[in-house]
C-alpha cells in the first residue's frame, strides 16, 4: 500500500513527520510531497530519512535539478501509482485549491490527476476556519467524497483559542486507513504469527523441509500490522522481505521455532500458526556430508507439536486469551481433518486449504480457505492471499467477541 502525504505550509506541518512514522509502522509506504510555504517549516531532508522515499518539492524538480521530461509529468505517474491523497496539514489555500480546481503546483496538480481516495487534515486560525468561504469549500469537498478529518479546538499557535488545531495523528493514519477500508480494530493487540518452512537438517548440506514459501504469513503479517497490531513475525527460511515494522525472529527447525513462540505466547492476544512445521527430524545428524549411497536410511522422529503445546498450556490457564488459531494443509478430507485436529489441539479456528489444488497455496500468490469454528464454517473464495489474511484477521476478531462455544 502507497499514500501520499500532502504537507502544507503551516506551524503543524512539524506533525506530519509523527504521521510517516504511523504509516510505516503499519507497513505503509509514505511518499512525501510538499508545497513552498512547508518547506519554510520543515526541511525536506528530515521526510527523505523517514520515509526512505524522493521527496517532491514542486513540479519541475528542485532548483539544483535540470529540469526534464520525468519530472514535468511526475504528478501523472504518482497519481496513479497511489492507493490514497492525505494531506495534512491541510491549509485554508490548500483547500480553496482543491475546491476550486486550481492547479498550480505539485499538490494541487496530484489531486486533479488522481483517482484515489482523498484524506484532508485541516489546520489553521480560528477565523480562518471558521470563514464561510473556508466551510463552503470544506462543504465542496464532502459532496465530491474527500474524506476531512476535522481539527481539534483548544490553544492555538497564534495564540487564540478555538478549533483550527490539526487532529492528532493517531486520529488522522486511523481515518485514512479506514477509508481504505483497513478497520483499526487491532489497535493496541498484539498478534504473534508463525510463517514459513522449517528446515531439519540431514548433514551439513542436506535438510528435510517442505513446499511452504512463508506467502500466507507474511500476508498475514503484514495485514494485522494494517489494523494497527503490534506484530511478532517467527518465520522459518524464506526468500521473502518481512515487514519492517514486525518484530522478526528467524528461525530454522521446529525446535527452535517451538522455543521462540513459547518465550513469547504470553505477550499475545492472538496466535496463528500459519508456518507448515516439519512433521520428523533426522534422530542422528550426520555432522559431515554423506556421500551418494545406492540407498539411504534414514531414522525420523516426530517434531514437537508447537500447536498442540499452545493449546494445553492456555487451557490449563483457565483463560481464553489468547485467541488460537492454526492452519491444516490438506489434500483430502479437508473439512473432517480440520474438526479433528480443532478438537484435539484445543484451538479457536483452523484454516484448512486443499494444496492438491493447482494455482493456489503452496509457492502462490493466491489461495481459498476454509475457517472451521466449534459453531460455524466459513468459506473464503478464492483471491490474494493479502485479502485472504484479511478475512482470517476478521474471523479471528469475531472469534474474541463471540461467547464461549459450550465444550
Known amino acids: 500500500m502507497k499514500i501520499a502525504l500532502g504537507v502544507s505550509g503551516g506551524i503543524a506541518a512539524y506533525k506530519a513527520a509523527e504521521i510517516v512514522r504511523l504509516l510505516q509502522d503499519r ?11 512547508a518547506q519554510e517549516f520543515v526541511r525536506p531532508l528530515t521526510f527523505a530519512a523517514l520515509s526512505g522515499e524522493k521527496v517532491i518539492t514542486g513540479m519541475f524538480g528542485s ?5 526534464n521530461l520525468d519530472s514535468a509529468v511526475e504528478h501523472i505517474s504518482v497519481a496513479q501509482s497511489i492507493d490514497c491523497l492525505l494531506v495534512a496539514p491541510a491549509t485554508a489555500d490548500v483547500l480553496a485549491k482543491f475546491a476550486q480546481g486550481i ?5 494541487s496538480t496530484l489531486y486533479l490527476a488522481t483517482t484515489a481516495p482523498v484524506v484532508v487534515a485541516p489546520a ?22 474527500v474524506t476531512i478529518v476535522e481539527p481539534d479546538s483548544g490553544y492555538l499557535a497564534c495564540g487564540m483559542i478555538g478549533a483550527g488545531r490539526l487532529a492528532g495523528p493517531e486520529q488522522i493514519v486511523a481515518a485514512t486507513l479506514e477509508r481504505l477500508g483497513v478497520a483499526q480494530d487491532l489497535a493496541g493487540e498484539t ?7 522449517t528446515h531439519e537438517p540431514i548433514d551439513p548440506v542436506r535438510y528435510l523441509s517442505n513446499r511452504s514459501s512463508g506467502r500466507m504469513g507474511y500476508a498475514l503479517a503484514e495485514a494485522a500490522l494494517r489494523r494497527g497490531a503490534k506484530v511478532i513475525l517467527v518465520s522459518g527460511p524464506t526468500a521473502l522481505q518481512p515487514p519492517a515494522a514486525a518484530e522478526t525472529i528467524f528461525v530454522e527447525t521446529a525446535q527452535q521455532m517451538r522455543t521462540a513462540v513459547l518465550d513469547r505466547w504470553e505477550q499475545a492476544s492472538f496466535i496463528i500458526m500459519a508456518a507448515a512445521v516439519a512433521d520428523y527430524h533426522v534422530k542422528n545428524v550426520s555432522p559431515e556430508k554423506i556421500k551418494r549411497k545406492a540407498a539411504l536410511e534414514l531414522q525420523l ?3 514437537p507439536d508447537i500447536l498442540a503445546d499452545l493449546g494445553s498450556l492456555r487451557h490449563a490457564t483457565g ?11 490438506e489434500t483430502g478430507d479437508l473439512l473432517e481433518n480440520a474438526r479433528s485436529k480443532l478438537s484435539k489441539k484445543r484451538v479457536d479456528a483452523i484454516v484448512v486449504n486443499d494444496v492438491a489444488r493447482a494455482g493456489i497455496g503452496f509457492d502462490n500468490d493466491r489461495n481459498e480457505v476454509t475457517i472451521v469454528i466449534p459453531t460455524d464454517i466459513i468459506a473464503v473464495p478464492e483471491a490474494g492471499k493479502l485479502e485472504i489474511a484479511q478475512k482470517i484477521l476478521e474471523a479471528a476478531i469475531r472469534i474474541r467477541q463471540q461467547p464461549l462455544a459450550p465444550p
Not at 532548483?63 to 529540469?67: F, I, L, N, V
Not at 498478534?191 to 518452512?197: D, E, F, H, K, N
Not at 489468547?322 to 491444516?328: D, M, V
Request: charged fraction near 20%.
Open 124 to 145: 489553521m486560525n480560528v477565523n480562518m476556519w471558521e470563514h464561510p468561504a473556508t466551510q463552503a469549500n470544506l462543504e465542496t469537498l464532502r459532496r465530491r467524497g
Open 27 to 37: 507497513d505503509v509506504r509514505v511518499q512525501v510531497i510538499m508545497t513552498a510555504a
Open 319 to 329: 483463560k481464553r486469551s489468547p485467541i488460537l488459531i492454526g492452519f491444516a494443509a
Open 103 to 107: 492547479a498550480n503546483d505539485f499538490l
Open 191 to 197: 498478534v504473534l504469527i508463525t510463517a514459513g518452512p
Open 301 to 303: 522422529e516426530p517434531n
Open 63 to 67: 532548483a539544483a535539478e535540470q529540469p
